[in-house]
């Protein structure tokens, strides 16, 4: 008579995840608060405290080298933010350099040099002052070509860093440039970059 009797055990249904939603529920007040705690609660040492910060820095860093090699613009870094800065770098990215080529021709300069024959060591030194040359022309001709199309696409836009930008871009090699290449060699540019 005054058995207690077990209550029907009801069923959880759940309901199915509405287009747009978060794709689970909301945790309960204890839950958050829980999840709260853990997160403000601080390391116990000095080791453990920059474990957490490496591994954090870590992630940052795959994260924003990630974004850059996919083009996401909301991870760049400020340098490589706007209009602007993504004009320098597709300008840079349609044209050939000789800058590309300074690494192996210093290589082949070098080997020439370590020969010993005194003719190639003659050649290794031309080798060497030709690609210097060649750089330096190509960098003044990159300064005065993109300054003169930037005024021209963007005639209210502040020039200042622009060419420090674009030559910084043009000495590395093309597979190592990050925000990565979005543009082949000989691609035409579109004309409006504003977006």
């Not at 044209?95 to 210093?106: C, D, N």
């Amino acid at each position: 008579m005054f058995k207690r009797t077990k209550s029907p055990v009801v069923e959880e249904q759940t309901a199915p995840a509405k287009p747009g939603g978060k794709g689970r529920p909301t945790p309960t007040r204890k839950e958050a608060e829980a999840a709260a705690r853990a997160r403000a609660k601080g390391p116990r040492d000095r080791r453990e405290l920059s474990k957490k910060q490496r591994a954090y820095r870590a992630e940052e860093s795959r994260k924003i080298r990630q974004a850059m090699k996919s083009g996401d613009e909301r991870y760049f870094l400020a340098r490589d933010r706007g209009p602007v800065r993504r004009f320098i770098r597709d300008y840079v990215d349609v044209r050939f350099s000789i800058v590309e080529m300074v690494i192996p021709l210093m290589i082949i300069g070098l080997i020439l040099g370590y020969t010993g024959s005194p003719a190639l060591v003659q050649a290794s030194s031309l080798v060497l002052l030709a690609t210097v040359l060649f750089v330096v022309v190509d960098m003044v001709l990159l300064r005065w070509r993109l300054r003169r199309e930037l005024r021209r696409r963007f005639p209210e836009e502040p020039l200042k860093g622009t060419t420090y930008y674009a030559l910084t871009r043009a000495m590395q090699m093309k597979f190592m440039r990050l925000p990565k290449a979005r543009v082949k060699i000989g691609q035409s540019l579109p004309e409006d970059y504003a977006r």
